[in-house]
């Protein structure tokens, strides 16, 4: 099976068509105010109201209350990736609140494998796991512990993406090595915080699909 591909922190309906159109499987939108990729809701609405292609759109949220999942909800978005310390009762009620259709994906930076361990048994549809920062919740650039992904995609037992410091000249070794079921890439690919790189989303995907 294809790795899946995610795109992550567009900000603009330009970025995101072309890294549909160029292989994405998602596209990440950030929903996280001190974040450079923060979107609004309205600015999300707007670019899935003219987004074509089979891209999943994914909102990634750090620590939110109820009231601001909903509104990206309401903006047309199915998954809800979580990216702070959101307890497995917080993503239950997402789901049990919004609705069955809503997806769940849990990110977290692992330093140990006890930490993985602890994620067992928590209620997403998928797992990511992200580069430990002590300054920032990803989009760093710096790369994930890959003996650490690897170990959470035998333990799980569900889905993992891996992200963190992922880019054209790595990410085929990084799927050799820990075989996720996708890849994740956002910081590398851009120019500045926010603003993709077309050239290297394209080199990306190609790498990734090869």
């Not at 068509?17 to 450079?36: H, L, N």
């Not at 769940?104 to 928590?122: N, Q, V």
């Not at 990511?128 to 890959?146: E, H, I, N, P």
């Amino acid at each position: 099976m294809a790795t899946m591909i995610k795109i992550c922190g567009l900000k603009d309906l330009a970025a995101a068509q072309f890294a549909a159109d160029a292989g994405a499987d998602a596209v990440g939108f950030v929903a996280y105010p001190p974040s450079p990729r923060h979107v609004t809701p309205h600015q999300v609405a707007a670019i899935l109201s003219a987004l074509t292609g089979e891209a999943l759109p994914v909102a990634v949220f750090v620590n939110p209350q109820l009231s601001e999942i909903y509104e990206y909800v309401k903006a047309g978005i199915r998954t809800i990736q979580l990216h702070g310390d959101e307890p497995a009762s917080f993503a239950n009620e997402i789901v049990g609140r919004l609705g069955p259709d809503i997806r769940i994906w849990k990110a977290f930076a692992p330093g140990t494998l006890a930490e993985i361990d602890r994620l067992i048994g928590y209620p997403a549809d998928m797992f990511l796991v992200d580069a430990a920062s002590a300054t920032a919740r990803g989009g760093t650039g710096q790369k994930a512990d890959w003996t650490l992904a690897a170990y959470a995609v035998k333990r799980l037992g569900k889905p993992v993406i891996l992200a963190g410091g992922l880019g054209p000249d790595n990410v085929r070794e990084a799927i050799l090595t820990v075989k996720p079921y996708g890849v994740d890439a956002s910081s590398r690919l851009e120019t500045a915080p926010g603003v993709k790189n077309p050239d290297a989303v394209r080199k990306f995907i190609d790498a990734a699909r090869g």
